[in-house]
Structure formats: C-alpha cells, structure tokens
C-alpha cells in the first residue's frame, strides 16, 4: 500500500554534491519521520539523517555533519538530503525511511525505499 520512491543517486567525484529525494505515495499517508540509512560492504547499515516533522528536529551521523543537510515537506511526505563535499567514504547505497500512518489511523509504521547507489571516486 506504501511505497517509498528514492531519486538521485549517482557517480560523483571528491568534493562533489548529491542531492536525494524520498517521497511517500499512497492515499491519506501521514508521516511522523523521515530520513536516510546507508549500507556499504566494508560497513553495517548505519543512521545517516533524519527529520522529525513535529518542531522540525533534525539528527545527523557525526561522519556527516557540517556536509550533509535534509530538509522536506512533511505535507507531501517528501524529504530530501543535500549532500555536499563528498567522501570516498560517503560510498554506499541509502535507504530512505519513514515512519507512516493513514489519515484514520493512530500507529505508525516504518517502510524502506529500495535504496539509491552513490558512489565518490575520481
């Protein structure tokens, strides 16, 4: 019933920006948060960031700080991570999330999009 649709990944060189979108798409959906995992084969799936649309709070990974900023329309259950000076070690694939509810519904529940590759290398 919930699907979460990734957009811009890419290759991009050191230095380089990204920007990824996640939108949610369904009837009356209502989310609470999203945000974005990564996965690498030298790493386990690690929190990258995320929004809480509830006073806007936004967390970062530590790795990404200062580089990378999400941001979105909580009434489009739209999100979108600006990536900015890109690391080799930014490589990954990510897996936006969302913690989301029907309109008539009182419990949300969290759906996986089905992952954007980026990749940093010159």
């Known amino acids: 019933q919930v699907q979460l649709v990734e957009s811009g990944g890419g290759l991009v060189q050191p230095g380089g920006s990204l920007r990824l979108a996640c939108t949610a798409s369904g009837r009356s959906l209502i989310s609470y948060a999203m945000g974005w995992f990564r996965q690498s084969p030298e790493k386990a799936r690690e929190f990258v960031a995320g929004i809480i649309w509830s006073g806007g709070t936004t967390r970062y990974a530590d790795s990404v700080k200062g580089r990378f900023t999400i941001s979105g329309d909580d009434a489009r259950n739209t999100v979108y991570l600006q990536m900015n000076s890109l690391k080799p070690e930014d490589t990954a694939v990510y897996y936006c999330?969302?913690?989301?509810?029907?309109?008539?519904?009182?419990?949300?529940?969290?759906?996986w999009g089905q992952g954007t590759q980026v990749t940093v290398s010159s």
């Open positions: 999330y969302g913690l989301i509810r029907g309109r008539f519904r009182y419990n949300y529940e969290a759906y």
